[in-house]
C-alpha cells in the first residue's frame, strides 16, 4: 500500500521555518515525498487481489520477504544520512498511565515494550549508537515505592532480554553514577557489560541515575588524580582531555547527532549537557509508550532533510 | 447430421486459432449466426482495436449461451446420428454405456474450453495497454490531489499563523492581555552566526523584547559576532547596559535598565575546561595540606570555578534559537540544565507575535524536575 510519510509540524513558531520563503517550497517539500510514488507503483498493482488472477502473477508484484522488508529502510529515508549516534529522553511514561487510569508500573512497562521496539529497529537500519536516559537523579524525588519499581523492572529487563541482545550482537553499556544503585543491580550491570563487550552492532548506552553536570565534574575528578600524579600540568587541561574522561568515552560517537524528547516538554533536563552542543532537538508531542516506528520515521525525515540543506556539524 | 451440425463439431473439436478461425469463416457463411460469427471474429482477430469492456462482457456472455445452445443441439444430433447408423437393437444395447461415455467427455472437454476461451479473453481485454495507462494516469491524479489538499491545508495554516502575528505586532489583537514574566527572569538568545551580523535585525528584537517587559537578556552566537558588535547594539539601544560579573548577585533586582550579557564558544567548553584547570589547581593546593577531593569537585564548586574564571552566568529560563537549525549551537552546556529550548526559524523571518506565544507558552510550562 502507498503510505503518506510528511512531516506534520505542530502549531508553533516552528512552522515559520517550513513556509518560509513561500508556500511553493512546501510543495517541493511533499513533491519530494511522492518519490515513494515511483517505486511503489508496482506494490499498488501487487495490493488488487482480483488482478492477480488477470495479469497471470508476474506484473507488478514485489518479492521480497517479510524479514527483508522490515530491514530496508523506508523510502523516504536515505542510508547516506542515518544519524549515527540517537539519544532519546523517554519521557511521559506515568502521564500514558494516568490517561487510561492505571499505575504508574503499567506506564513503565509499556515504555519497556517502546524501548525495545526501537532498539529492534535501530538494529535492523543500522544506528550505531542509541542512548537512552532512563533514570535521571532527580528521579530519586519520586517516591520510593514508584522508584523500587523502576529498579525492579531495570533489573527484569536486563536479565529477560540479555539473551535476546545477544542474538543482536547488541553491545550494552550502562553510564551513571551507580554507587546509590541497589547491589544486585549493580553486579547485573557489570555481568551484562562484560557478556556483551565483544558485541559489535548496535551499542545500547542505557544511562542511569545519570546526569550532564555530574558526569562533567566526575570528568573533573578524574584528570585531578591524573595532575596529581604528575600525568598531566592543570594548565594543559583542555576540552579533548575533558572529553576523555567523560562517561560517553565508552563509545566510538560520543555527540549525538539526534536527540528526542517525548511527551512534548522542550529541554535538556540534565542529560548529555557537554555532548549535546551540535545535536539536533526533536521534541515530540506524543508520550514514550505511543512512540512508534512512525513517529521516528518522522524525526528521521526531518533530520535528514535539515542534513540536505545545512550539512553536518562536527565538533 | 446436417451440415451446420458438422461444422460446429469441426469447431469444438479442434482447440487453436487457426481452426477457430477457420471455423468462424464457417460460420460467418451461416446466415443464421452471421452476426454472432462477427462479433467473435472483431474479439479475436488481431487487427482489431475497438473493444471495449461492456460490449465485450455482453459478446461473451452471448457466446456462453450460444455454446450452451450448440453443445445442446450437438448432443441431440449425435444421439440421433449414432440411432441412424447402429440401426440394430443389438448394437445399441451392446454399446450404450461407451456411448453415453464418450457423450460425457465431450460435454466435459466443451465446458472446459468454454472456460478456458473466456479466461482469454478476459486476459487480452485487461492486458490492453490503454487501460492500463488510464488507470495509472488516475492514480498519478489522485495522488497529485492528495498532495495538493495537504499543501492547501498548510498554506491556510501558515496564512493564519502570519495574520495572527500581524495582528498582535500591531497590537490589535488585545486578548493576549499582560503576559505574565514572573518566571522568566532570565532569556537567552541563539543566533546563527551567518544572521547576527545583521546588527540592525538584533537591536530591533531586543526592542521587541524590552517592549514585552524582559529585562535580562543573554545573546549568543558561535564565532562572536555579537561579541564584535556589542558597542554597535548597546548605542543603538540605549537604556540598556552589559552585564557585569559582580551584577550577578543582584541581578534581578535592576528594574530600570535591561542588563544584556554577550557570549560566544570561548564560553562554554573552554570555559568549562578553564574552570577544571582552576579546580585542579585548587585541590593540589589542598591535596598537600591533607584535604578531600569530594569538596573540592562537585556541582556547587564548579558553579563558583566558573564564576571565577569569567564564564559564569545565570541559567536562563528560556532559550529562543534563531537560525535553520534546531541545535544550541554550543551555548554553554552547564547553564542549560532546565532551559526551555524553543526554536524560532530565521532571524529574517522574526515576528513580534512569535516571540509573544513563545514566551506565553513557556509560562503555562510547568516542570517537575524529575519528581
Known sequence: MVTLQLPLPTMNNRIFSHFNPKPASCLCRVRNRSRAFP??????????????????????????????EERLLPSELQPELMPKHVAVIMDGNVRWARQRNLPSSFGHQAGVKALRDLVDVCCKWEIRVLTVFAFSTENWLRPKLEVGMLMNLFEMVLKEDLENLMRQ????SVIGDSKKLPKSLQKLKTKVEDTTRNNSGLQLIIAVNYSGQYDIVEACKSIAEKTKDGMIQPNDITEAVIEQELETNCTKFPHPDLLIRTSGEQRISNFLLWQLAYTELAFVKSLWPDFGKADFVDVLCSFQQRQRRYGGRDS | MDKETTKLLVYESID???????????????PRSSHKAQM?????????NEITSKKTKRHIAEFGEWKTLNLRQQRRDCEVGLNESFGSEESRERKPRKL??????????????????????LRSVVHTSCVQNLFKLLLRLLWNLLHLSISIWYLGLGIALILQSYLMSSRLLKKNGVLNLSNLRYLAIVVDSEEARHTLRIVELLCWLSAIGVKHVCLYDMEGVLKESKEVILKELGDVRPLEITDERRLFLERKHIVLEFVSFSDGKEGVAKAASFLCSKYLKGASRGGEQELVFSEPEMTNALRAVGVGGPEPDLLLVYGPTKCHLGFPAWRLRYTEIIHMGSLKSMKYGAI???IRKFTMVKQNYGS
Open chain 1, 169 to 172: 550482537d547488541v553491545r550494552i
Open chain 1, 39 to 68: 517505486s511503489n507503483k508496482y506494490g499498488i498493482f501487487a495490493s488488487w487481489t482480483a488482478a492477480d488472477a488477470v495479469f497471470g502473477g508476474k506484473e507488478g508484484t514485489t518479492t521480497t520477504t517479510t524479514k527483508e
Open chain 2, 40 to 48: 467473435l471474429h472483431s474479439i479475436y482477430h488481431p487487427t482489431t
Open chain 2, 100 to 121: 453415453q461415455e464418450t457423450l460425457n467427455e465431450t460435454m466435459m472437454n466443451g465446458f472446459m474450453d468454454l472456460g478456458s476461451k473466456i479466461l482469454r479473453v
Open chain 2, 356 to 358: 509573544v506565544k513563545s
Open chain 2, 16 to 30: 487453436n486459432r487457426e481452426a477457430f478461425e477457420h471455423g468462424s469463416s464457417l460460420l460467418i457463411r451461416k
